[in-house]
């Protein structure tokens, strides 16, 4: 019986360990893992994003507006753009990312933190190709190697 207690409190521990080493393996920093067009919103999804209002930014110089935001996920309006591939650039404004506001200042002295920003390439408009999921074509037989020894 203690045994069975003494297996089931390590085997705890360790899937709490394994859970914190998830959640923390990346610091804190800001990772986007994609961003899907549809339409004129684009969904941003990732993790450390915060829960404070971020700012994002495409092509270096226009700001979108933030239709919703959670720490993992932001969805933005997107304007008109020509077909193309853009940077996108996401910057957290606090819990969950590397900069805080308080007073209307950014914890470091209004110095952005580089865990509080992340980029991808988003391709828009017809240049845009939906990925396939399924089968693809089956895959042709290599050559037969040398014999071994």
Not at 15 to 20: C, D, G, I, M, Q
Not at 40 to 47: E, P, Q
Not at 85 to 112: E, H, P, R, V
Request: proline share 7%.
């Amino acid at each position: 019986m203690l045994r069975h207690f003494t297996v089931a409190i390590v085997s705890l521990g360790l899937a709490l360990s394994l859970a914190n080493l998830s959640v923390f393996a990346n610091g804190g920093q800001v990772v986007i893992y994609d961003a899907i067009p549809s339409g004129a919103t684009l969904a941003i999804n990732g993790m450390n994003f915060g829960t404070a209002e971020p700012t994002v930014i495409i092509d270096g110089t226009i700001i979108l507006p933030v239709s919703s935001s959670s720490p993992t996920q932001i969805s933005v309006t997107l304007p008109t753009f020509p077909s193309g591939t853009y940077l996108l650039t996401f910057i957290s404004n606090g819990d969950g990312g590397a900069t805080s506001k308080k007073k209307g200042k950014s914890k470091k002295g209004g110095k952005l933190s580089p865990k509080s920003v992340g980029s991808i390439d988003v391709t828009l408009g017809a240049a845009a190709v939906p990925a396939r999921r399924g089968r693809g074509p089956p895959a042709v037989r290599g050559s037969r190697g040398c014999r071994g020894h």
